[in-house]
């Protein structure tokens, strides 16, 4: 049974940092991508970042470029979101996502995702 699990939201004010971290379990596939997407109530999933297991490529939105830093252990199956200068609009659920593959700068095919952390920034 596939299982990620994040831990690490809370609240933080406007220009505060946080990490993430999401525990991974359960497959075998030798080939995939993980990361992050976060999703604000009322509104579509939007994928924030993401790294290959294969050879580290990674992707990030243009609203996250420059702040946040994805980064994965692969000794301890955890891989982790280093968000800094967080502003209102990064406040969302995140959720740790498992993708197929990486391909042209992107992960594609989202197959499982967690239970989602909450990341509040205040004004």
């Known amino acids: 049974e596939v299982q990620l699990v994040e831990s690490g939201g809370g609240l933080v004010q406007a220009g505060g940092s946080l990490r993430l971290s999401c525990a991974v379990s359960g497959f075998t596939l030798e080939d995939y991508a993980i990361g992050w997407v976060r999703q604000v109530p009322g509104k579509e999933f939007e994928p924030v970042s993401c790294i290959s297991r294969s050879d580290g490529s990674s992707y990030y939105a243009d609203s996250v470029k420059g702040r946040f830093t994805i980064t994965s252990d692969n000794a301890k199956n955890t891989v982790y979101l280093q968000m800094n200068t967080l502003n209102v609009e990064d406040t969302a659920v995140y959720y740790c996502?498992?993708?197929?593959?990486?391909?042209?700068?992107?992960?594609?095919?989202?197959?499982?995702w967690g239970k989602g952390t909450l990341v509040t920034v205040s004004s």
């Open positions: 996502a498992l993708y197929e593959g990486y391909s042209d700068g992107r992960c594609y095919a989202m197959d499982f």
